[in-house]
């Protein structure tokens, strides 16, 4: 597969390429979100401070929104007031953006150096990982784009992802080698979950409610119990793993491998790496579409972007 600067690429599931149509996006793409009530990816580019808004249907680019020089890194989608919630690194802040005309709202101060978010259904909060030390979590109310609480984590907070089955928030803490486990009900660490060296993404499986975690150093991935938050198992993917989505129609766990250039397919049921799929250099943060059945991946490395469907 050719991999196109600041393009996207198309595979199957088993790495096959099925379409090398392309679709310029930004420099330096990080993460992606989808959005439902548009139908569109939300990628955050972080050398251009742009978010480029693409079509899954066609695959192009519709939009380019201007962040300014912020450094976008983490994005979210919030149902209840239909936003879209960029963490700007640099400025130390979360833009807002309304995808019915991909405007920017207001922007929300936080904590220094803000990287992953993610949304919480039972208390309509969105919680904001802050990179410093020791870590925080910035918490917001959706209704009023406000910062309500901050809780003290783990140092380097990284990556975050909801466990609706036992109603906690997850943190993974880069410096600490742990990942902090937050109760929203009353925004307070529960429990700390000791995993491999330098965690970076952290994703739910519903097929056999675990939690997985990317060790960047050691090229591994964690599996937690969200039950007992004890680790079950560790399974050795490529080198620098970052990213990690979970996809419904195969029951698949998809692991970016920033330094090898790959994607690590594992399958839950055995905690086993199916398949190796060449991806692009470096690649970062994943994100599933459902209305074209794809896994979207963003190429971080030498200013390019790819993307596996």
């Given at each position: ?48 401070n ?6 899954p ?22 149902p ?87 109603d ?7 410096s ?9 009900s009353t ?65 698949r ?57």
């Open positions: 597969m050719a991999h196109i600067k600041g393009y996207f690429g198309l595979l199957d599931w088993m790495g096959v390429v099925i379409n090398t149509g392309s679709v310029g996006v930004g420099s330096a793409p990080l993460w992606l979100a989808y959005c439902p009530t548009n139908d569109r990816l939300y990628v955050s580019n972080n050398y251009t742009t978010v480029s808004v693409v079509s249907e066609t695959n192009s680019v519709t939009d380019t929104i201007a962040i300014g020089s912020n450094n976008p890194t983490g994005i979210a989608y919030c209840t007031n239909d936003r879209i919630y960029v963490v700007t690194a640099s400025a130390n802040t979360v833009t807002v953006v309304n995808p019915a005309s991909n405007a920017i709202i207001t922007t929300i101060s936080v904590v220094n150096a803000p990287t992953g978010i993610a949304y919480c259904p039972t208390n309509d909060r969105l919680y904001v990982a802050n990179l410093g030390t020791p870590g925080s979590i910035s918490v917001i109310n959706p209704a009023t784009n406000t910062v309500v609480s901050t809780i003290t984590v783990g140092n380097s907070a990284n990556g975050v992802a909801y466990c609706p089955s036992n906690r928030i997850y943190v993974t803490n880069r600490s080698g742990s990942v902090s486990v937050i109760n929203p925004n307070a660490v529960v429990a700390t979950v000791t995993v491999g060296t330098s965690p970076y993404a952290v994703a739910y499986c519903p097929s056999n409610d675990r939690i997985y975690v990317t060790n960047s150093t050691p090229g591994t991935v964690s599996v937690i119990i969200p039950a007992t938050n004890v680790v079950t198992a560790t399974i050795t993917v490529g080198s620098i793993p970052y990213g990690v989505a979970y996809c419904p129609t195969n029951d766990i998809y692991v970016a491998n920033n330094g090898a250039s790959t994607v690590s397919v594992i399958v839950p049921s055995t905690n086993t790496v199916a398949a190796t799929i060449i991806a692009g250099f470096a690649p970062s943060g994943m994100a599933y579409c459902p209305t074209t059945d794809r896994m979207y991946v963003a190429i971080q490395g030498a200013n390019t972007l790819s993307v596996l469907t």
